[in-house]
C-alpha cells in the first residue's frame, strides 16, 4: 500500500508539473550546481528515485537531487540515458523504458544522430515504439550532428523535447549564427520547432588541454546574450534554450540562468494565444459591461481579448476602462478595427472616433498601449479585400508611425484562409507582424497556411489566387514521362480535392491529360471538400505507343476577376504504366503555366526554406449564425466545439501560434462557452498557452 501511494503521489506531481513546466518555457541546464539556479524549468542529470537500485551513491546523499524535490519545485528533472549503438531495437525500447518501472518522470537521452544513418533509422524506430509504449514518459533528446528524414520522423513522432548540440567547435559568431540558422530552418521545415530548442555550450572552467581538443564555446556573457537575443528573433516559435554546461564556472552559470530568464522566460509575442472576439456583454445603456466581461473571460481560460471597436460609439472610452482591469486577470488585449468596407456607405458605422484614419489610429492605439502594457496588438478585418486601400506602403506608414512611439506593438491583418498564399507573403510579409487567419474548414487548411507563412513548400498543388484576374485559356500544368507496358488494360489512379464548393461553374477545370488529350475533367463548381478517388481507364489513350507524357491541369475555359480555387492532388497509382516519379516527389514533375497560375510541383517547391515564420492565429466560429454560414448545419454547441478542438489540437502540433473563438456568446447560460471553456482548460494545461 505504501509503495502504491507513493506511486500515486509521484503521478500526480508530475501531472502537475507537465502542466506548469509546459506553461513556462523550456530552460534546461546540464550543470554542476543546479539546485543554485533560479530560472531553470528542466535539469539533468542530477536527479534518483528510491525505486532506482542503479543511482550513484554520490547522488542519493543528496536530498534535495532526490525527483520529487525537484518536482515540488515546478522543475522537471530528467533521468540521463545513453545510446549505446550496439543494442538492437528492441534491447534500446527496453533500456529506455526502464525508467518508468525506476519511478522517472522523465528522460534525457545523450548522443544521437552523429554514428551512420542506419544507426540513426535504428534510434528514431526505437524512439516511436518506445513512445506508443510508455506515452506519459517525457524524452528529450540530445541531438549531434546531421538531422535525417529519418530522426526528423523519430523526434516527430517518439520525442517531446529535443535539443540540438550546437557546440563542440571553438566559438566563432559568424560561424554559430550560420550553424543556428541552418538548424532553426531544418526543423522548421520539419514541423517540429514548437518542441525544439538550441543547446548551447559553455566550458570557460574546463582545462587548457580540453580547450586544445574541443575549442572554447559561449565563455561571456555578453555574447550569450547576442546569441540567445539571435534565436529567440529567428525562432520565436522555439520553445526556450539549453546549456550543456558541466564544465562552467558559477559566474557564467548564473549569468546563463539570469540571461534565460530574460529573454526565455516571458512567452514570445504573437505565440501561444488563446483568444476570444468580440460578442461583447453591455449593460442596459449600451456600454460594455467592463467587469463581466473581465470576470467571464477569466472563467473561459483565455489569454487575450479582441476588443472590436465598431459597435457603439463609446467603444473606445470603454477600451481605456477594461484594460487595466484586463491587465489585473492576465488578459492582454488586442484592438479590433473595422475597413473601409464595413464602413459609411456600406454600413451606418464606423470604427470610432478615428474612422478611416488609420494612420492616426496607429498612433492612438501605440500611445495607449505605453500607458497598458497589456495592448500588446491590433488587427483590421476583412484586410485582403480592401488591400487597394490598404496598400503594402500605406501599411508600412501605419506601422512606422506606431513602432516610433512602441515598437513592440504588433499589428496583424485579418485574413480568410483561401486569401494566403506566396504573393500575399511576397507583398506584405515584410510589413507585418503576423496574421490572423479565419474559418479553417479542415485541419489540411491549416496545414497549407503554415507551410506558406513558415516558407516551408506544401506539394501537390495547383491553384489560382482571389482577387486576379484571368484570360480564357490561362493555366497551370504539370507532366512527366512514362512508359507504357505491354498489357491490356492501363489504368490511372489519385485522390483530389478542392478548397471550392460555390455553385459558380464554368470557369476553372481539373484536368488529366495523355499526351495533350484530356482524358478525365471536372469542373471545380459543386462538390465537397473530401478526398475523392478518381479511376481512368486511358487504355485507348496509350495503345500503340512505347512513351506518353501524363499531366495534372488546372484550366481556365472562361476568364475570371475574383475567383480563387487550390486542387490538391495524392497517391497516384498506375497500371500499365512505368512512371519516373509519383506525387510524392512534386520536384520531379516538369512545371509549365500561363497566367497567375501557382504550382507545389517542380522549381517552385524548392522557394520553401524555412527562412522566415509570420505568426497566425486561427479565428474559429463559435457563433451558430457565423458557423452555419462557414460550415453548414448543424450549427450546435457540440459541433463549433469540434472545430475549436480540431483548431487547438493545430496549435498543440505547432501548426499556428493561437486559436480565437469568434463571437463566443458569453452569456451565463451559454452551452457553447462551457463547452469552450472546458476545451481551453484541457488543452492549455498540456501545452501552457494561456500563460498564467
Same mark, same amino acid.
Given at each position: 500500500?505504501?509503495?502504491?501511494?507513493l506511486?500515486l503521489?509521484?503521478?500526480a506531481?508530475?501531472?502537475?508539473?507537465?502542466s506548469?513546466?509546459?506553461?513556462?518555457?523550456?530552460?534546461?541546464?546540464?550543470?554542476?550546481?543546479?539546485?543554485k539556479l533560479?530560472?531553470?524549468?528542466?535539469?539533468?542529470?542530477q536527479?534518483?528515485?528510491?525505486q532506482?537500485?542503479?543511482?550513484a551513491?554520490?547522488?542519493k546523499?543528496r536530498?534535495?537531487?532526490?525527483q520529487?524535490?525537484?518536482?515540488?519545485?515546478g522543475? $522537471?528533472?530528467?533521468r540521463?540515458?545513453?545510446y549505446?549503438h550496439?543494442k538492437?531495437?528492441?534491447?534500446l525500447?527496453d533500456y529506455?523504458?526502464?525508467a518508468?518501472?525506476?519511478g522517472?518522470?522523465?528522460?534525457?537521452?545523450?548522443?544521437i544522430?552523429?554514428?551512420?544513418?542506419e544507426?540513426?533509422?535504428?534510434a528514431?524506430?526505437a524512439?516511436?515504439?518506445?513512445?506508443?509504449?510508455?506515452?506519459?514518459?517525457?524524452v528529450?533528446?540530445?541531438?549531434?550532428?546531421?538531422?535525417? /528524414?529519418?530522426?526528423? #520522423?523519430?523526434?516527430?513522432?517518439?520525442?517531446?523535447?529535443v535539443l540540438?548540440?550546437?557546440?563542440g567547435?571553438p566559438f566563432?559568431?559568424?560561424r554559430?549564427?550560420r550553424?543556428?540558422?541552418?538548424? @532553426?530552418?531544418?526543423?522548421r521545415?520539419?514541423?517540429?520547432i514548437?518542441?525544439?530548442?538550441?543547446?548551447?555550450?559553455?566550458?570557460?572552467?574546463?582545462s587548457?588541454?580540453?580547450?586544445q581538443?574541443v575549442?572554447?564555446?559561449?565563455?561571456?556573457?555578453?555574447v550569450?546574450?547576442?546569441?540567445?537575443?539571435?534565436?529567440r528573433?529567428?525562432?520565436?516559435?522555439?520553445p526556450?534554450?539549453a546549456?550543456?554546461?558541466?564544465?562552467a564556472?558559477?559566474?557564467?552559470?548564473?549569468?546563463?540562468?539570469?540571461?534565460?530568464?530574460e529573454?526565455?522566460?516571458?512567452p514570445?509575442p504573437?505565440?501561444?494565444?488563446?483568444?476570444d472576439?468580440d460578442?461583447?456583454?453591455?449593460?442596459?445603456d449600451?456600454?460594455? /459591461?467592463?467587469?463581466?466581461?473581465?470576470?467571464r473571460?477569466k472563467?473561459?481560460g483565455v489569454?487575450?481579448?479582441?476588443w472590436?471597436i465598431?459597435?457603439?460609439?463609446t467603444?473606445?472610452?470603454?477600451?481605456?476602462l477594461f484594460?487595466?482591469?484586463?491587465?489585473?486577470?492576465?488578459?492582454?488585449?488586442?484592438?479590433?478595427?473595422?475597413?473601409?468596407?464595413?464602413?459609411?456607405?456600406y $454600413?451606418k458605422l464606423?470604427?470610432?472616433?478615428?474612422?478611416?484614419?488609420y @494612420?492616426r489610429?496607429?498612433?492612438?492605439?501605440?500611445?495607449?498601449?505605453?500607458?497598458?502594457?497589456?495592448?500588446?496588438?491590433? &488587427?483590421?478585418?476583412?484586410f485582403?479585400a480592401?488591400?487597394?486601400?490598404?496598400?503594402?506602403?500605406?501599411?508600412?506608414?501605419?506601422?512606422?508611425?506606431a513602432?516610433?512611439?512602441?515598437?513592440?506593438?504588433?499589428?496583424l491583418?485579418?485574413?480568410?484562409?483561401?486569401?494566403?498564399n506566396?504573393k500575399? &507573403?511576397?507583398?506584405?510579409?515584410?510589413v507585418i507582424?503576423?496574421?490572423?487567419v479565419?474559418?479553417?474548414?479542415?485541419?489540411?487548411?491549416?496545414e497549407?497556411?503554415?507551410?506558406?507563412?513558415?516558407d516551408?513548400?506544401?506539394? =501537390?498543388?495547383?491553384?489560382?489566387?482571389?482577387?486576379t484576374p484571368?484570360?480564357?485559356?490561362?493555366f497551370?500544368a504539370?507532366?512527366?514521362?512514362?512508359?507504357?507496358l505491354?498489357?491490356?488494360?492501363?489504368? @490511372?489512379?489519385?485522390?483530389?480535392?478542392?478548397?471550392f464548393i460555390?455553385?459558380?461553374s464554368?470557369?476553372?477545370? #481539373?484536368?488529366l491529360l495523355?499526351?495533350g488529350?484530356v482524358?478525365?475533367?471536372e469542373?471545380v463548381?459543386? =462538390?465537397a471538400?473530401?478526398?475523392?478517388e478518381?479511376?481512368?481507364d486511358?487504355?485507348e489513350?496509350?495503345r500503340?505507343k512505347?512513351?506518353?507524357? @501524363?499531366a495534372?491541369?488546372l484550366?481556365d475555359?472562361?476568364?475570371?476577376?475574383?475567383?480563387g &480555387?487550390?486542387?490538391?492532388?495524392? /497517391?497516384?497509382?498506375?497500371?500499365?504504366?512505368?512512371?519516373?516519379?509519383?506525387?510524392?516527389?512534386?520536384?520531379k514533375? #516538369?512545371?509549365?503555366?500561363? =497566367?497567375?497560375?501557382?504550382?507545389g510541383f517542380g522549381?517552385?517547391?524548392?522557394?520553401?526554406?524555412g527562412?522566415?515564420?509570420?505568426?497566425f492565429?486561427v479565428?474559429?466560429?463559435?457563433?451558430?449564425?457565423?458557423f452555419?454560414?462557414?460550415?453548414?448545419?448543424?450549427?450546435t454547441?457540440?459541433?463549433?466545439?469540434?472545430?475549436?478542438?480540431?483548431?487547438l489540437k493545430?496549435?498543440?502540433?505547432?501548426r499556428?501560434?493561437?486559436?480565437?473563438?469568434?463571437c463566443?456568446?458569453k452569456?451565463?447560460?451559454?452551452?457553447?462557452f462551457h463547452l469552450?471553456r472546458k476545451?481551453?482548460m484541457e488543452?492549455c494545461?498540456?501545452?501552457?498557452?494561456?500563460?498564467?
Amino acid at each position: 500500500m505504501r509503495i502504491l501511494m507513493l506511486v500515486l503521489c509521484l503521478a500526480a506531481m508530475a501531472t502537475k508539473c507537465f502542466s506548469q513546466c509546459r506553461k513556462k518555457p523550456v530552460i534546461l541546464f546540464w550543470c554542476s550546481t543546479p539546485e543554485k539556479l533560479a530560472n531553470a524549468t528542466f535539469i539533468t542529470p542530477q536527479v534518483w528515485t528510491p525505486q532506482d537500485e542503479y543511482s550513484a551513491d554520490v547522488l542519493k546523499r543528496r536530498p534535495e537531487y532526490e525527483q520529487s524535490s525537484w518536482l515540488r519545485k515546478g522543475i $522537471t528533472p530528467l533521468r540521463w540515458m545513453g545510446y549505446p549503438h550496439e543494442k538492437s531495437e528492441q534491447e534500446l525500447i527496453d533500456y529506455w523504458a526502464s525508467a518508468v518501472r525506476q519511478g522517472y518522470v522523465g528522460i534525457a537521452i545523450d548522443e544521437i544522430g552523429h554514428v551512420s544513418p542506419e544507426v540513426d533509422a535504428k534510434a528514431a524506430r526505437a524512439l516511436i515504439a518506445l513512445k506508443k509504449a510508455c506515452p506519459n514518459l517525457f524524452v528529450a533528446v540530445w541531438h549531434a550532428g546531421g538531422l535525417t /528524414d529519418e530522426l526528423l #520522423k523519430g523526434y516527430r513522432d517518439g520525442a517531446d523535447l529535443v535539443l540540438l548540440e550546437t557546440y563542440g567547435v571553438p566559438f566563432e559568431m559568424q560561424r554559430y549564427m550560420r550553424w543556428i540558422e541552418e538548424r @532553426i530552418s531544418t526543423v522548421r521545415k520539419a514541423g517540429i520547432i514548437h518542441k525544439t530548442v538550441i543547446a548551447l555550450g559553455i566550458n570557460d572552467a574546463a582545462s587548457k588541454e580540453e580547450w586544445q581538443k574541443v575549442g572554447q564555446w559561449v565563455n561571456s556573457s555578453l555574447v550569450l546574450r547576442q546569441l540567445m537575443t539571435f534565436i529567440r528573433q529567428k525562432a520565436p516559435d522555439m520553445p526556450g534554450i539549453a546549456f550543456f554546461a558541466p564544465k562552467a564556472s558559477q559566474k557564467m552559470l548564473m549569468a546563463a540562468d539570469k540571461l534565460a530568464g530574460e529573454i526565455f522566460g516571458k512567452p514570445a509575442p504573437l505565440h501561444d494565444i488563446i483568444a476570444d472576439y468580440d460578442a461583447e456583454l453591455r449593460r442596459p445603456d449600451g456600454r460594455v /459591461d467592463v467587469d463581466l466581461m473581465v470576470a467571464r473571460l477569466k472563467e473561459l481560460g483565455v489569454n487575450t481579448y479582441f476588443w472590436l471597436i465598431w459597435h457603439a460609439p463609446t467603444d473606445w472610452d470603454d477600451l481605456h476602462l477594461f484594460l487595466p482591469k484586463a491587465a489585473e486577470a492576465g488578459i492582454q488585449v488586442w484592438v479590433y478595427l473595422v475597413p473601409p468596407s464595413e464602413s459609411p456607405p456600406y $454600413t451606418k458605422l464606423y470604427s470610432e472616433p478615428f474612422r478611416l484614419d488609420y @494612420i492616426r489610429w496607429a498612433e492612438e492605439i501605440a500611445k495607449l498601449s505605453l500607458k497598458h502594457p497589456n495592448l500588446t496588438a491590433w &488587427v483590421i478585418d476583412d484586410f485582403y479585400a480592401n488591400r487597394q486601400f490598404f496598400t503594402p506602403e500605406y501599411v508600412r506608414k501605419m506601422q512606422g508611425r506606431a513602432k516610433s512611439i512602441n515598437p513592440r506593438l504588433a499589428f496583424l491583418p485579418l485574413m480568410y484562409f483561401p486569401e494566403i498564399n506566396r504573393k500575399f &507573403v511576397d507583398e506584405y510579409g515584410q510589413v507585418i507582424d503576423g496574421v490572423v487567419v479565419a474559418y479553417p474548414k479542415d485541419a489540411d487548411e491549416i496545414e497549407e497556411a503554415w507551410a506558406i507563412l513558415n516558407d516551408v513548400a506544401f506539394p =501537390g498543388e495547383l491553384s489560382y489566387p482571389w482577387g486576379t484576374p484571368s484570360s480564357p485559356g490561362d493555366f497551370v500544368a504539370v507532366s512527366q514521362r512514362a512508359k507504357v507496358l505491354p498489357q491490356e488494360k492501363h489504368i @490511372i489512379r489519385f485522390r483530389q480535392r478542392d478548397d471550392f464548393i460555390g455553385p459558380t461553374s464554368g470557369y476553372h477545370f #481539373k484536368q488529366l491529360l495523355i499526351d495533350g488529350n484530356v482524358v478525365w475533367e471536372e469542373d471545380v463548381a459543386g =462538390g465537397a471538400r473530401q478526398w475523392q478517388e478518381v479511376v481512368v481507364d486511358v487504355s485507348e489513350f496509350v495503345r500503340g505507343k512505347e512513351v506518353v507524357t @501524363i499531366a495534372f491541369r488546372l484550366f481556365d475555359k472562361k476568364g475570371v476577376s475574383n475567383f480563387g &480555387v487550390r486542387w490538391r492532388l495524392k /497517391d497516384l497509382q498506375v497500371d500499365g504504366l512505368e512512371i519516373e516519379a509519383d506525387l510524392t516527389e512534386p520536384q520531379k514533375w #516538369k512545371v509549365e503555366k500561363r =497566367g497567375a497560375f501557382e504550382a507545389g510541383f517542380g522549381e517552385n517547391i524548392v522557394q520553401g526554406q524555412g527562412r522566415f515564420h509570420i505568426p497566425f492565429i486561427v479565428m474559429t466560429a463559435a457563433q451558430p449564425y457565423e458557423f452555419r454560414l462557414r460550415h453548414g448545419d448543424p450549427a450546435t454547441p457540440e459541433r463549433i466545439a469540434q472545430w475549436l478542438e480540431m483548431c487547438l489540437k493545430m496549435w498543440k502540433g505547432g501548426r499556428c501560434d493561437g486559436v480565437v473563438t469568434y463571437c463566443l456568446d458569453k452569456s451565463l447560460n451559454s452551452q457553447t462557452f462551457h463547452l469552450a471553456r472546458k476545451l481551453f482548460m484541457e488543452f492549455c494545461s498540456v501545452r501552457g498557452g494561456a500563460g498564467k
